[in-house]
């Protein structure tokens, strides 16, 4: 049965890309929008149109794709799909996986350095508490189920840590990948995807954001959740100030993968809609230089304006543009938002 936010519109087939196109409504179920973005598909150069909702100020992708034609969106050498690194973990994962035992960790899971010194740890991690995959408090039992999990690469992190891990991923390449590591994913969409029952996490890492149905997902999990049982997403920020200041150039507008926009207040209402309670939403800077340099410089952009100098002024900002998505999570408008809401019970 089709849902109630969405409605069928015959676009003529201008274009492969662009044909049997469908116009969406607010998951709210308002009707009026305050504001209109175009953005470009950095790789086919397409121009699409995101709407911004009067009511909750949820972004979308409307006119956007049927869901049967989204796999020519996603070309083979598409990054998630890339195999996971080698098991050797860098300093950057130690690190991660320190601030995880010092932040969130039981206390039976803490190495004899986060034991011992966890109150200096404490004060020295700070900055990075939020970016393990594991980020959040874990419930009595772990048994994930990851959508859209890519190569597994997150799995890995759960695994290593002790959780049952479980996924689905519409990619043959990341699936594949995953394989190679032990981990057996359905080959799906998060839409289609069969989730057992007795789940303690539902994990969407940069996801949520692509689905074509998020309320039909969301009740899928809610379903297949333990009482108590978690969603954990991570997805861009549509109210940081990287968005605000690039505009269409911010690569948090990626059409047409990205069919919505969401803000804090937003994404709590589509998640509390859907029965889930306890949300709260974390601010999370990316630790590398992709989205604000991206931002600056224009290149997934055809046409900006003043193109040559917003290349020197990216180049010449390297590394620092870090120090500015730290600053921006200080005061509430990270690149990123890891969210995590609770089934009642």
């Not at 594991?134 to 997150?154: I, K, M, N, Q, Y």
């Not at 605000?244 to 803000?263: A, E, K, S, V």
Request: glycine share 8%; hydrophobic share 40%.
């Amino acid at each position: 049965m089709q849902q109630d936010w969405l409605v069928d519109a015959a676009a003529p087939r201008e274009a492969e890309a662009h044909a049997a196109q469908e116009e969406v409504r607010c998951l709210c179920g308002a009707g009026s929008d305050s504001a209109v973005l175009t953005a470009q598909d950095p790789e086919a150069r397409g121009i699409w149109t995101y709407r911004r909702c009067a009511a909750c100020g949820l972004e979308r992708l409307s006119p956007r794709p049927h869901i049967e034609h989204m796999g020519q969106h996603y070309p083979d050498d598409y990054s998630p799909y890339c195999d996971p690194a080698p098991q050797t973990a860098s300093r950057a994962d130690r690190l991660k996986r320190l601030a995880y035992e010092t932040f969130f960790a039981l206390p039976e899971e803490r190495s004899d350095t986060a034991r011992r010194y966890r109150p200096l740890l404490r004060l020295a991690l700070w900055p990075l508490r939020n970016h393990s995959v594991l980020s959040f408090h874990p419930p009595a039992t772990r048994r994930v189920f990851e959508l859209g999990a890519g190569s597994g690469a997150d799995l890995l992190e759960f695994r290593a840590a002790g959780w049952e891990v479980l996924g689905c991923e519409p990619s043959a390449v990341g699936c594949a990948a995953a394989a190679r590591h032990g981990i057996t994913l359905q080959q799906t969409t998060a839409e289609a995807a069969e989730l057992p029952d007795g789940l303690s996490c539902v994990y969407m890492n940069n996801v949520f954001e692509h689905l074509h149905d998020p309320p039909a997902v969301l009740a899928k999990a809610r379903a297949s959740l333990v009482p108590g049982g978690l969603v954990v997403l991570v997805v861009p920020n549509h109210a940081s100030w990287a968005a605000r200041l690039f505009g269409r150039t911010w690569p948090g507008y990626d059409p047409p993968r990205h069919i919505w926009g969401f803000t804090p207040e937003s994404v709590r209402g589509v998640l509390e809609r859907a029965g889930f309670e306890a949300v709260s939403v974390v601010q999370k800077y990316p630790l590398s230089t992709f989205c604000w340099h991206a931002g600056i410089d224009g290149y997934r952009v055809d046409e900006v304006p003043n193109r040559r100098a917003r290349q020197v002024l990216a180049r010449v900002l390297g590394r620092g543009v870090i120090l500015g998505g730290m600053l921006a999570a200080a005061f509430g408008s990270a690149d990123f938002m890891r969210v995590v809401a609770r089934k009642p019970g």
